[in-house]
Structures are given as structure tokens and as C-alpha cells.
């Protein structure tokens, strides 16, 4: 054979890596909240915006926030945003069917959570402006060990997913400024 | 290095090193950022240009380096560059910047967490794919090699490497940042078993988290903020071949190609801060830069007292800094390192 032409061959190398990190104090105390059935977040003393999870800063201000600012949050709101994933079958899928993720502008004092599941609507059905309600787990059987450092907006373990609560839907222009 | 318009530091802050930080990156990287701009003398909405330096890797998660963006301030949008690699490197992207004049202040910083993580599992992913990382060869190993190498050759003894150890410990006493620092008996410490032969514990660096900000000005602007800027008369860094069994591991022509380039010979050093990561690393950089006995090596204890890696090479620089603006050092080597067993080096020479 030709200098250059044989086959090209693949090697197969699997690795895992494996990371452990403490909760930092402010995502402790979210995590402890969603156990007890509460969303909490902090308030920016400056500029008011509503961080969920708390962040301990406000990035806009950039200044420190802390427990002194911290606020309870509704558990209802409203999708501002979604995004329909279609599974591709890659090493490791475990989903087969397409589903929706959605983002939620939650009611006062606000508050956003991303990347959550929706319940009882078909995926075609999800949209911008549905207004919906956290469906928590029963309190036994919440565990919040996907909660991480960086799980921005999750409340994986304690509120299974949203449910639409049946009320008319917010007009786009009206949550424009909340797409996230 | 006379050509190009001169850059000084101006200000630059440090965060504790430490074993397991109990804050996220961006929090502790928080106070460091606001208390360099703040030593530095001038307002956060004054930086031209921002650099990081950080290792997704080390983090666990990809585009992890932009939530450590938040410590910077996320509005109004900021000019912003990030480096795979030490703070010392994103320090000499932000140099470069500097030189085009349109921009009067950088602000560098690096930060890390290795405690989350396993080093000697995580590091092996860097090297060749093929013949090194299914060997899971560690640094700590390579580093082994290297001393073995360098105490078959009579270049170094295991009583020299715990000296070092035993001096960068007690100089560490006197750094707020540390986390290992006392006195140690070199006999006692070479009474310890080896971790990988022929390194003890004292030849090895802590495993630690934490960060470092420098912040950069034009001569001008330095001129007109800072009563006594640090000037960089000289910064240039070099890379050798990846394949460690291509190099001769007793030697370092790129930290001495960079020495030479950033003018380390052109005048009396009076201190340097090395990155040298193990103890026996610290001769070998001696050696190539030229330092000689008269030369204060690593006041604050160095990377063998405090590690947090991505940052420990921008803490040399924030540490020569401080030897000349809070201990009236007048020029002062600090060095940077990259890749294993001082594959890369970058050197600078700060003058006051």
C-alpha cells in the first residue's frame, strides 16, 4: 500500500472524572429551603434584582449580598422562554423521546429558574407566556444532591416540574424583558 | 525590550491559599478583583481590557471561566479575553494589549479550585493522548523523574531539595496567603518516607484553591494614579516540546531564552519569585536565570507554601510587586510556569 493511504484506525480510551465540592454557605441554605418546601434567592439591596439561587453577589452592582437580603419566592410564574431537545441516542442518553426545558419568570418578588421539566402538557403544547405552578415532590422523598455550586436556577430533587394552572396566558410583550 | 512603551503594575491582591475553599471560584476571585482595582487607585468602569486565566478541567464543568466573569462586574460590557493557563500568562496578553496604546489599564487575574477534583487523574489528560495519558502519568511522577535525573547527575542532592523546603517554609511565616509555612529540621524532614521516590511530601507543593489580580497601567496613566508603580522592564516566555522524553529534564532553555529576552542579566537581581512547583525545580530555575547565591529566592515562600493552581504564577508576579513596592526591593525577578516539568516558562524583570 501506498506511503500515506493505509486506513486511518480509531483507538478507544473511556476516562471518568470525578469532582467533589462543598456547597458554598448561600447554596447550602437554598437547597436546605427546597427541603423545607421554600424557594428562596437574594435580593439585590441596589439594583433589586432577584437571584435563585442566591448567588452572594450581585454581578450587575457588583457588590456582596447576604442572608440580610435574602427573600422567599412564589412558586408560580410564568415561561418566558423554551427550548424542545430531541434526543440523540450518544453514549450515555438515557432520554428517547423529544421534551421541553423551560425558563420561568417567577410571580413577585421574582425570580427566574431555568432549565426546568413542564408536566401534564404535551411538548407541542408549551409556549411562551403559560402560566404554571411548581408541582414539589412529597417532603420525604426530596433530595437535593444534584443541587450543585453552579446548578443556576435548578431545583432538581424538590420540585418535580411545572404544571399550567389554567389561567390565560401573559401576552409575549409583556414578559419580553424577562427572556432568558 | 526598549522599543516597546513601558507597563507598570499598579495594584494586584491575593486571596488566602487553601486546601478545600468553601466558596465558589467566582466568590473568592469576588473581593480579590474589587481589592486590586482598589489599590490600584482607579475606578472598576476605568479597565480597558480584562484577561483571566483558569482551567475548565480543574472546575469540572465547560465555560466555567465565564461565571468567574461575574467577579468583574457583569454590566456594562466589558473588552475580555481568557487563557487555558496561569494568571501569568492572561498578564502577558493583557501587556501586549496594553502596547496599543488605545487602552490605558488591564486588569489580570487567575484563579483555581483543585480540591473538588483528583490532580493526579485530571493532569494526565493534558499530555500526548496516545502514549501518555493511558499511563496515567501524573505530574508528581514526571516531577520524580526529573529529580532522579537531576540527583544521578550529582546536580542536587535530597539534603539540597530539603533545605529549599525548610527555607520556603519559614519565609512563608511572614505571608498572610500561605498554607504551609514554620520551622522545619532538614534532617527531620529527610527522615520522612518518599511519596514517589525520590520526593518527600516537603519536595511537593499543597493542593490548593484560590486567586490572584494584577492590575496594569501605561506609563501615563501609572504616572498619574500610583505614587510608586512597579515597572515590567522585560516579560517574554518560551515553550519547549511537549514529549517529556524528548527534553533533557535537568535543564530549562526556555526559562533561560526567556531570561535572557526579559533582561534578568542586565542588572542586580535583588529577589525572585520562582514558580518552581517542587524543590528540586527551584536549582534548575536558579541555574538557567543566572541568580546567584546574593539573590533572595521566593520571600514569600513560594509555590511550595501556597499552590492554587492558575493563579500561583500571576501570585509571583503580585508578590515581586510586593517586595519592591512594600519592602523597598529594587528589581525583582518573578517567573511562571506551564505544562509538566517546566515545559513552558514566562519571566519577567520588575524594577521599582
Known amino acids: ?180 | 525590550m526598549g522599543t516597546v512603551p513601558e507597563i507598570a503594575i499598579i495594584g494586584y491582591a491575593q486571596s488566602p491559599s487553601w486546601r478545600r475553599a468553601e466558596l465558589t471560584e467566582p466568590q473568592f476571585l469576588f473581593p480579590v478583583i474589587s481589592d486590586a482595582i482598589e489599590r490600584a487607585g482607579i475606578e472598576r468602569r476605568d479597565i480597558g481590557f480584562t484577561c483571566a486565566g483558569s482551567c475548565d478541567y480543574l472546575s469540572g464543568q465547560t465555560f466555567a471561566f465565564v461565571m468567574n466573569l461575574e467577579a468583574v462586574g457583569a454590566w456594562p460590557p466589558i473588552s475580555e479575553s481568557h487563557v487555558e493557563m496561569d494568571g501569568a500568562w492572561a498578564l502577558y496578553e493583557a501587556w501586549v494589549r496594553l502596547q496599543h496604546g488605545d487602552v490605558d489599564t488591564a486588569l489580570a487575574f487567575g484563579s483555581g479550585k483543585s480540591s473538588p477534583g483528583t490532580p493526579a487523574e485530571i493532569y494526565p489528560l493534558q499530555m500526548d493522548p496516545y502514549t501518555l495519558t493511558p499511563l496515567g502519568i501524573d505530574p508528581v511522577s514526571i516531577a520524580a523523574l526529573q529529580a532522579r535525573a537531576m540527583l544521578d547527575r550529582n546536580l542536587i542532592t535530597e539534603h539540597e531539595m530539603a533545605a529549599i523546603a525548610a527555607r520556603s517554609r519559614a519565609a512563608a511565616k511572614g505571608n498572610p496567603y500561605a498554607q504551609v509555612s514554620g520551622d522545619f529540621d532538614v534532617d527531620a524532614l529527610l527522615a520522612e518516607p518518599y511519596v514517589t521516590a525520590p520526593l518527600r511530601k516537603h519536595d511537593l507543593p499543597p493542593i490548593s484553591d484560590g486567586a490572584t489580580a494584577v492590575v496594569l497601567a501605561t506609563a501615563a496613566k501609572a504616572k498619574e494614579v500610583c505614587e510608586h508603580p512597579v515597572w515590567i522592564r522585560g516579560i517574554d516566555h518560551r515553550i519547549e516540546i511537549h514529549q517529556p522524553g524528548m527534553r533533557d529534564l535537568t535543564e530549562s532553555p526556555s526559562t533561560r531564552l526567556a531570561g535572557e529576552h526579559a533582561g534578568v542579566g542586565e542588572g542586580k537581581v535583588d529577589a525572585a519569585e520562582l514558580s518552581a512547583s517542587f524543590t528540586h525545580q527551584e536549582k534548575i530555575l536558579r541555574n538557567e536565570l543566572g541568580l546567584g547565591d546574593d539573590v533572595e529566592i521566593n520571600p514569600s515562600g513560594g509555590a511550595l507554601a501556597a499552590n492554587p493552581m492558575m493563579a500561583v504564577g500571576l501570585s509571583r508576579f503580585a508578590e515581586a510587586a510586593r517586595q519592591i513596592a512594600e519592602h523597598g526591593k529594587h528589581r525583582v525577578v518573578a517567573h511562571a510556569t506551564s505544562g509538566q516539568a517546566l515545559q513552558q516558562n514566562l519571566v519577567a524583570v520588575l524594577e521599582a
Not at chain 1, 402560566?131 to 420540585?159: H, L, M, Q
Open chain 1, 1 to 180: 500500500m501506498t506511503k500515506g493511504t493505509e486506513p486511518v484506525e480509531g483507538m478507544d480510551y473511556f476516562m471518568q472524572l470525578e469532582y467533589h465540592e462543598l456547597l458554598c454557605p448561600v447554596v447550602r441554605r437554598y437547597a436546605e429551603a427546597l427541603r423545607a418546601g421554600k424557594l428562596i434567592g437574594h435580593r439585590c439591596p441596589k439594583c433589586g434584582l432577584v437571584y435563585a439561587p442566591p448567588r452572594g453577589y450581585c454581578p450587575i452592582d457588583v457588590i456582596e449580598t447576604t442572608d440580610a437580603d435574602e427573600v422567599q419566592l412564589a412558586d408560580r410564574g410564568v415561561v418566558t422562554n423554551y427550548t424542545v431537545v430531541t434526543p440523540v441516542q450518544y453514549y450515555g442518553q438515557e432520554e428517547t423521546e423529544p421534551f421541553a426545558k423551560v425558563s420561568i419568570q417567577l410571580d413577585d418578588p421574582g425570580g427566574a429558574l431555568s432549565l426546568q421539566d413542564v408536566l401534564e402538557v404535551p411538548v407541542d403544547q408549551v409556549r411562551v407566556g403559560m402560566r404554571v405552578e411548581a408541582v414539589w415532590a412529597p417532603p420525604k422523598e426530596r433530595d437535593t444532591g444534584e443541587i450543585g455550586n453552579r446548578s443556576f436556577g435548578s431545583a432538581a430533587g424538590a420540585i418535580r416540574g411545572w404544571r399550567p394552572t389554567g389561567e390565560p396566558d401573559l401576552p409575549a410583550d409583556q414578559i419580553m424583558q424577562a427572556a432568558f
